[in-house]
Structure formats: structure tokens, C-alpha cells
């Protein structure tokens, strides 16, 4: 099986631009989860979408938004980037999203502001 | 809530001495628990994961971790180190939302010199 695929790899903005990420989990994956890894603040969970839902959600500001389409394929986007907002983001691919559920990542986006 | 504490932040270490990383976590639920590792410029790969059952748990790579319960530690050990190894290590723990969300540690850089 194909394993998490994110694109695009490396993203330059300037600070006030918004920016649309992509994740397309393993086939048969329902849940996909979404994570900020900074320097600073380490690894921090975003939300989780599981059947086109946002299940669970982490303490970002509403700039932060997600997405997932029916065929589990999922987009995050953040409006009016902030310097702080440069990190990676690694996307989670999970077959159910269950509490025991191995979570598969992406090689992530990294995305630097400018 | 629950917290993962990762006591150092970096670990130099020779070629073929044992190491271990260490983990402890705090949670008012019961947790799974779960190491990762990331090489430069890569996503996140599971070592192992502790769910239930022996506390002592082998992974990949040659690493195994044990869980104690009552010293809420969950330590990763590997008998003998390469090269190869280095990269950083995340200690996880799941279990607060009841879905498969993570919580991580800081991490730890291994750093392993011939």
C-alpha cells in the first residue's frame, strides 16, 4: 500500500497570505489527523477528521481550518499567516481514528513565513 | 489531561553501547503509549506501542521499551547503537479524547558518534 502522501513539500508565504495544505491517507483510512511540529511548542495536535467530520480539535485559533472530502483526502488551511505559523505539518492517517489505532505519517509540508 | 515529559533533550552516545530514552507521562485515564522516531526531513515512524498486556514490548530496529505503571515511565532501550540510529525520538500517549489523538513529548535527540 501507497503510504501518506502530503504535498506540497515546502510552501514559502509572506505573513497576511493564506495557505491550503494536502494529505491523502492510506487507502481504506477514514481518519486523518493533523499536527504543528515547531522548534519551540514541539509536536501539537491540530484537529481530526474522521467522515468528512471534524471529531477533535487542539487549542489553535480559528485561523487554523480542515477539511475532508469523501474519499478521506483531507486539506487544512490557515488564513492570514503569522511568522509563528512557520513549522511543519504533518498529516496522520488512521483506519478508524479508534483509541488504540496506530496513527501513519506523512513526511509533512513545511511551511515558512516570511 | 494528560502530559509526556522526555528528561533529555539530547543523548550523545558512542557506536555499539547501550542506550536508553527516557519517558514518563501523567493522565488521569488509562493510556496506550507509543514511541516514535524521525530521521532529517521525514514524517514520523512507529518504534512500538504499549496497549495492554507483558509490559515489556520489542519494536523495530532492535529497540524495546518497558512500561511500569507505577512509576508512569516508559522508557526505550536499544542494547547496542548505530550510526544509523541517530535521529529523534517521541515518546506519544493516547487515551484523554478517546480517539487516537496524540500527545507528545519534546523529544529526544540521539546522537550517535563511531
Known amino acids: 500500500k501507497a503510504g501518506v502522501t502530503q504535498t506540497p513539500r515546502y510552501l514559502i508565504k509572506t505573513r497576511g497570505q493564506q495557505v491550503t495544505l494536502s494529505c491523502s491517507p492510506i487507502?481504506?483510512?477514514?481518519?486523518v489527523s493533523w499536527y504543528q511540529q515547531t522548534p519551540g511548542q514541539g509536536l501539537q495536535f491540530l484537529f481530526e477528521?474522521?467522515?468528512?467530520?471534524?471529531?477533535n480539535k487542539g487549542n489553535f485559533p480559528g485561523r487554523f481550518s480542515g477539511r475532508q472530502f469523501s474519499n478521506s483526502r483531507s486539506e487544512m488551511n490557515v488564513s492570514t499567516l503569522e511568522l509563528g505559523d512557520s513549522a511543519l505539518y504533518l498529516c496522520?492517517?488512521?483506519?478508524?481514528?479508534?483509541?488504540?489505532?496506530?496513527?501513519?505519517f506523512g513526511p509533512g509540508t513545511r511551511l515558512t513565513v516570511l | 489531561a494528560q502530559s509526556v515529559t522526555q528528561l533529555d533533550s539530547q543523548v550523545p552516545v558512542f557506536e555499539e553501547v547501550p542506550v536508553e530514552l527516557r519517558c514518563n507521562y501523567s493522565?488521569?485515564?488509562?493510556?496506550?503509549l507509543f514511541w516514535y522516531v524521525q530521521y532529517p526531513n521525514q514524517g514520523l515512524q512507529l518504534l512500538l506501542k504499549?496497549?495492554?498486556?507483558?509490559?515489556l514490548v520489542k519494536g523495530i530496529n532492535g529497540f524495546e521499551a518497558e512500561f511500569n505503571k507505577s512509576q508512569t515511565s516508559f522508557h526505550l532501550r536499544k542494547p547496542s547503537v548505530h550510526i544509523s540510529d541517530t535521529a529523534e525520538y517521541f515518546c506519544?500517549?493516547?487515551?484523554?479524547?478517546?480517539?487516537?489523538?496524540?500527545?507528545f513529548g519534546k523529544g529526544t535527540m540521539l546522537l550517535v558518534s563511531p
Open positions: 506519544a500517549v493516547s487515551g484523554d479524547s478517546g480517539y487516537s489523538t496524540l500527545t
Open positions: 477528521y474522521f467522515s468528512e467530520t471534524q471529531r
Open positions: 504499549y496497549l495492554s498486556g507483558s509490559t
Open positions: 487507502s481504506g483510512h477514514r481518519s
Open positions: 493522565s488521569s485515564v488509562s493510556v496506550y
Open positions: 496522520a492517517s488512521v483506519p478508524l481514528g479508534g483509541i488504540v489505532d496506530t496513527q501513519y
